[in-house]
C-alpha cells in the first residue's frame, strides 16, 4: 500500500483524476481505390495536397460523406487514444476536491524511484505499420486536459488503480507511448471531459497510390 493515501473507513469518497499535458490520438485505415480517388480529387477542389487537407474542414464539406467527418473516422483498422509519455504529461488525483497527488509520466515506469510502486501494463503494437498499399496512418498530439474522470467509491485506495499504456510503433519516430485507460478494483473508468489544442498533426501513407488512382 502507498503511505498515506488509503482514506478512511466507511467513508464514501469522490475522485476524480485528471490527465493534464500532451494528448495522442492514432488511426490507421485502409481504403480502396475508388475511394483513395475520392480523397485525392476532394484535396484537389480545396488546392492543398492530402496529407493537409484531411486537417482542414473544407475538405469534409466537399467530400460530403457521412462516414468522413474528422481523422478520427479514418480509423476503420485501428484507433488509440490517451497521454502521450512526455515532460509535460502527469496525472492528477482528487479526493474530495481537497487532497490530491501528482503522477509524472515516467513515475509509472518507477523513474527516479528506488523500485515501482504503480500497477500497470504496457503492450506494444507493431502491426499498423503492416498493411495493404491503401493504409493511412494519422496522428495527432494535443495539448491541454487530455482526460478526466469521475467516480464515488468507499475507502479509495492508490493501491487499487491500474494503469493501462501502449507502446505504438508508426514506423517514423521512436515509438510512442500512451496511457489510454485506468481502471478502478478491476473497472474501466468512463472519460468525462477534455479539453485541448492540437499541437501537431501528420499523416502518412504510400504517395505512389495518387498515381496509380489517377
Known amino acids: 500500500m502507498l503511505p498515506g493515501f488509503c482514506t478512511m473507513k466507511n467513508k464514501s469518497d469522490k475522485i476524480r483524476i485528471n490527465f493534464f499535458g500532451i494528448g495522442c490520438n492514432i488511426v490507421k485505415g485502409e481504403f480502396d481505390d475508388v475511394t483513395w480517388k475520392k480523397f485525392f480529387d476532394c484535396s484537389k477542389v480545396i488546392r492543398s495536397e ?101 467516480f464515488q467509491c468507499l475507502n479509495f485506495s492508490l493501491d487499487k488503480l491500474f494503469f493501462i499504456l501502449h507502446k505504438v510503433n508508426i514506423g517514423d519516430e521512436n515509438p510512442l507511448t500512451i496511457l489510454s485507460k485506468i481502471t478502478y478494483d478491476g473497472k474501466g473508468l468512463l472519460k468525462i471531459h477534455s479539453d485541448t489544442l492540437v499541437k501537431e498533426s501528420f499523416v502518412l501513407y504510400d504517395r505512389s497510390i495518387k498515381s496509380a488512382v489517377a
Open 50 to 150: 492530402f496529407n493537409h487537407a484531411v486537417f482542414d474542414p473544407s475538405f469534409y464539406e466537399v467530400l460530403k460523406s457521412p462516414l468522413y467527418k474528422s481523422l478520427s473516422d479514418f480509423g476503420n483498422v485501428f484507433r488509440l487514444s490517451g497521454l502521450l509519455y512526455d515532460k509535460q504529461s502527469h496525472i492528477e488525483i482528487r479526493i474530495n476536491d481537497r487532497q490530491k497527488r501528482k503522477i509524472f509520466f515516467g513515475e509509472l515506469f518507477g523513474e527516479n524511484m528506488l523500485f515501482p510502486v504503480y500497477q500497470t501494463s504496457i503492450q506494444e503494437i507493431d502491426h499498423i505499420v503492416s498493411g495493404s498499399r491503401g493504409s493511412l496512418i494519422g496522428v495527432e498530439k494535443e495539448i491541454g486536459t487530455v482526460a478526466s474522470y469521475k
